[in-house]
């Protein structure tokens, strides 16, 4: 079973201009998290999708953040514009809808982004 | 304060048990869980207990829940060098989950 994949794996750009992630998850995940680790720091949750309806946003910047679903599978992040505040990584999570613990979350490896 | 909290750091030799321990706040979580991070990488999870056990033991990992202190533990046995990483403990009091900091583990040969 292929992971979550995340792109790109790393992004440098300088502050004021925008930048864009993205992230397939597993195959029939309907629930997709949008993660941001500042170094030294644990993840803190940006955005939750359940299919492509927003579940919790609560805690996503909407004044320079945002983020899609649209067919419920792949999702794109969006940072515009960038402050130096935005450096960390930000990492991509699905779970399976049944199974398991349920509340189990599979991690993708992360876009680590550096704003100058 | 933070929800959950960490020791941020621990080393042992190769060979010892490790312990790492956890503090969290919310008992409405129905599973406690224990991430493995290496550098450069996303997070792995290790293992998980249900929050109605005292107990999980899984190979070289046992984890230990005390639901009156809010108190979580991970011990490794036999701790290889491979298992140098950033260990971080979550709980799930919605759908989402709630880290900690993390605990840099760190085993020397």
């Known amino acids: 079973e292929a992971g979550v994949a995340q792109s790109p794996r790393y992004k440098i750009i300088e502050k004021r201009q925008s930048v864009a992630f993205w992230c397939n998850p597993i195959s029939g995940h309907a629930t997709l998290y949008w993660y941001q680790q500042i170094l030294g720091q644990g993840p803190k949750l940006l955005i939750q999708?359940?299919?492509?309806?927003?579940?919790?946003d609560s805690q996503l910047p909407k004044d320079r953040f945002s983020a899609e679903r649209l067919k419920g599978v792949d999702s794109t992040l969006k940072i515009q514009p960038a402050k130096l505040e935005d450096s960390a990584v930000y990492l991509c999570?699905?779970?399976?809808?049944?199974?398991?613990?349920?509340?189990?979350?599979?991690f993708g490896p992360g876009t680590r982004l550096t704003v100058t | 304060g933070e929800d959950v909290e960490q020791s941020l750091f621990l080393s042992v030799r190769e060979g010892d048990s490790s312990v790492i321990n956890c503090t969290y706040t919310d008992s409405s979580s129905t599973y406690l869980y224990w991430y493995k991070q290496e550098p450069g990488a996303g997070l792995q999870l290790l293992t998980y207990i249900f929050s109605n056990m005292d107990m999980k033991q899984d190979q070289r990992l046992t984890v230990l829940l005390n639901k009156k202190d809010k108190h979580l533990s991970l011990r490794i046995a036999d701790t290889q060098t491979g298992d140098s990483a950033i260990y971080f403990c979550?709980?799930?009091?919605?759908?989402?989950?709630?880290f900690g900091k993390g605990t840099m583990l760190l085993v020397s040969p």
């Open positions: 999708f359940q299919n492509n309806g927003v579940v919790d």
């Open positions: 979550a709980e799930n009091p919605y759908s989402t989950l709630t």
């Open positions: 999570a699905s779970r399976p809808p049944t199974g398991g613990s349920y509340y189990e979350q599979y």
